[in-house]
């Protein structure tokens, strides 16, 4: 199934675009899309292929400075256009056993996502709120209106 990508549609507020802004002359990392949770107070920053390890910094110092800077916790995911590996980004460190990805009869898309037993928790998340950030990019990205994590 093509992981048909959607960009249209995508706002980013003005405090996002200084969040943007202050993460890439900070880090250096290309960042391709920035969400600010209020109600977690996070930043959740989707950079390029290969430039998660440039955005977090050695040691995490980066991360440490923006979060300092910001009075926010910042996450950091990979993007990809495939949005299996995309998904699979956004639920590290858990480990993913399997996505399904399929369409339903009414044409909405929904993912199945199986992890391993003993990372349910950290894919979900205090209070749900790591698979809620899932749902929220999935939709996002790829057009995906359901995803349930088994």
Do not use: W
Not at 104 to 128: E, L, S
Request: proline letters at 2%.
């Amino acid at each position: 199934m093509g992981g048909k990508k959607i960009t249209t549609g995508i706002k980013i507020t003005c405090d996002e675009m200084r969040y943007i802004a202050l993460f890439e002359s900070i880090s250096g990392a290309s960042v391709k899309d920035c969400i600010i949770d209020e109600e977690q107070e996070r930043a959740i920053f989707i950079v390029n292929q290969g430039q998660v390890g440039v955005a977090i910094g050695k040691g995490g110092r980066n991360i440490h400075t923006l979060e300092r800077m910001t009075g926010k916790k910042h996450e950091i995911i990979e993007y990809s256009e495939d949005p299996v590996t995309f998904m699979k980004n956004a639920l590290k460190p858990a480990t993913v056993r399997e996505i399904r990805v399929s369409e339903r009869t009414d044409g909405k898309k929904m993912a199945v996502i199986t992890v391993n037993p003993k990372d349910k928790g950290v894919a979900i998340g205090k209070n749900g709120k790591n698979a809620e950030r899932l749902r929220f990019l999935a939709k996002r990205y790829f057009d995906i209106q359901n995803v349930s994590i088994t």
